[in-house]
């Protein structure tokens, strides 16, 4: 899953993983098993990956997912003979930047920046194509 942790003005934040400098990203994950529900696995990831403790229903769910085949140097974190992989895509509003407490040997650094510059950073195509639809999101917000 694919979750883009942001503020009401839309200022995302942004891991870098570690051993690969300028890889940045939203926070990712995958499910622990398979009956896990996702929205309950993006919770667990958002926890793991920032300190960041979500309620239930304080992430969104989007409705929409992107497949695409896995980078080679990443195959080895899921199942044998798994090539692609579908993300899941959530956001989550914490209400102001706040200092995050990263995963150890997962990520080395975060940073927060506006929407824009955000999704520029990101390496990801999925990750950026999501930023970039936050504003339209947020418009169509209740």
């Known amino acids: 899953m694919l979750v883009v942790v942001h503020t009401p003005a839309l200022d995302v934040l942004l891991l870098e993983r570690a051993g690969r400098p300028g890889y940045w990203q939203s926070v990712t994950g995958s499910l ?37 085949e896995i980078y080679a140097q990443w195959r080895h974190r899921f199942a044998p003979g798994t090539t692609h992989n579908t993300e899941h895509v959530f956001s989550l509003d914490v209400g102001a930047r706040r200092a995050v407490t990263l995963a150890p040997g997962e990520h080395g650094a975060s940073l927060w920046l506006p929407w824009r510059e955000a999704a520029a950073k990101c390496f990801s195509w999925s990750n950026r194509d999501a930023i970039l639809q936050l504003m339209a999101r947020r418009g169509a917000a209740p």
């Open 32 to 68: 622990e098993r398979a009956d896990e529900p996702l929205a309950q696995a993006a919770r667990r990831e958002v926890a793991e990956e920032t300190g960041i403790e979500a309620r239930a229903g304080d992430l969104v769910p989007w409705h929409l997912a992107y497949t695409f």
